[in-house]
């Protein structure tokens, strides 16, 4: 499908169709489509000139504001992307601690760094462990140890074994990238416990979830100062923006402070970082979090309602403003093999019921769906009537 333009709630296709969009450019457009606020701070910035090669004040003012805001960042540094602010923490990881090795988890995605493309296929990181795609060489899967999300046991192996060697975890704290799955805040919590006790750096990829479930994302919700943390796309609202921050110790290990080399030609554009602060200023003054959450949870629950109405065997798995239609369990799935069976064919089949009724979802059965400010009531009332004959015409998984 080709798109020509997209406004508030609504995106529209190169034949003129309307789509209520749930998934508004896969998470930045908190605002929605072309929020008039955010263009005209962006008519302004390029007014002014779109890059420069040289030191601006648009990048400190976003920088201030978050960091006045997030108490356990005390430098930040702008990047494109989330793979880059993810590759750039890893390397800081590995710089402050001397080690090699990283943890991650099976199912979260933190870019398409080599490092981050691995796999596993089983509970634990012993032996050979196969890429997620082609290119990526054997030396790099070496460093990277994988296991499940939610696995005591896996987790307190891997750290037995590598725990003097491994630089940092990094995790998704709200795991949104292999369908939502909120984790529970004592097996999270334990992770962090064992970071502390083997000296290995916890890293909290933030990309989504971050000023997306709240001002304070998910380090906030628990309670949590990880060492470093990665942000994206609503600190851009759609341009490419990114971040990574953390303790001063940590970031005075970047260049030109430190001996860690991180530089992009366009990182830090005027025309993102007046956007992106345009974006945080106005949902700070709207209570925009506060009010989009308190909307997403009526929704969720109307949706969860109607599906239940055509007798559709759906969970409606919702955290702050994101949320993921799945088969149903009877259990909570946290875990990638979790996921029920017959999850891609279902999906598929209710897309495209979707999209003949003028709903455009994620296209692909383990995205996450997105609310915007611009969701308003009527919409929603709309949507969920919509994807409730979606469901019933999907059928029974």
């Known amino acids: 499908m080709f798109f020509t333009r997209g406004a508030g709630a609504h995106l529209v296709d190169v034949e003129g169709r309307h789509y209520i969009d749930f998934c508004q450019s896969f998470g930045p ?20 000139g779109w890059s420069f090669g040289a030191c601006e004040p648009y990048s400190l003012e ?8 997030l108490p356990w960042v005390d430098r930040i540094r702008f990047v494109s992307s989330g793979t880059e602010a993810v590759m750039s923490a890893l390397r800081i990881a590995r710089a402050a601690t001397g080690r090699s090795q990283i943890l991650k988890f099976e199912g979260c995605y933190h870019g398409h760094a080599d490092a981050m493309l ?23 899967l070496a460093d990277t140890l994988v296991v499940p999300l939610d696995d005591a046991s896996a987790l307190d192996r891997v750290f037995d074994e590598h725990g003097a060697t491994m630089a940092a975890v990094i995790l998704e704290p709200l795991p949104a990238n292999y369908g939502l799955l909120p984790q529970r805040s004592e ?28 001002r304070g994302g998910m380090a906030e919700e628990f309670g949590v100062r990880p060492d470093l943390v990665t942000y994206g796309k609503v600190i851009g609202g759609g341009f490419p923006v990114a971040a990574y921050a953390g303790r001063a110790d940590l970031m005075d290990h ?7 080399y991180q530089a992009g030609t366009l990182s830090a554009n005027p025309v993102g970082m007046r956007a992106g602060l345009a974006i945080v200023e106005k949902m700070d003054r709207l209570d925009g979090w506060r009010a989009l959450n308190d909307r997403a949870a009526q929704f969720c629950s109307r949706l969860s309602t109607a599906f239940t109405d055509v007798r559709a065997s759906i969970d409606i798995v919702s955290h702050a403003s994101i949320f993921w239609p799945r088969v149903a369990s009877s259990q909570p799935v946290r875990r990638v093999d979790q996921i029920h069976e017959h999850q ?29 400010m611009a969701h308003d009531d009527d919409i929603l009332r709309s949507a969920v009537d919509l994807l409730a004959d979606a469901a019933e015409e999907a059928g029974t998984p």
């Open 62 to 69: 976003l920088a201030e504001w978050m960091c006045s805001r």
């Open 29 to 48: 457009l908190i605002l929605g489509h072309a929020d008039q606020d955010v263009a005209q701070a962006v008519r302004l910035a390029i007014e002014d």
């Open 344 to 372: 891609r064919a279902w999906y598929a089949k209710f897309f495209h019921a979707a999209l003949r009724r003028g709903v455009y979802l994620p296209p692909a059965a383990f995205e996450v769906c997105f609310l915007s």
């Open 254 to 260: 970047v260049a030109p402070v430190g001996p860690v």
């Open 118 to 140: 691995v796999q596993a296929g089983s509970g634990l990181a012993t032996g050979r462990i196969a890429a997620s795609s082609a290119g990526v060489p054997d030396g790099i």
């Open 187 to 214: 097996w999270l919590h334990g992770v962090i416990n064992h970071c502390r006790t083997a000296g290995s750096l916890v890293i909290f990829d933030e990309v989504i979830s971050g000023f997306r479930v709240g």
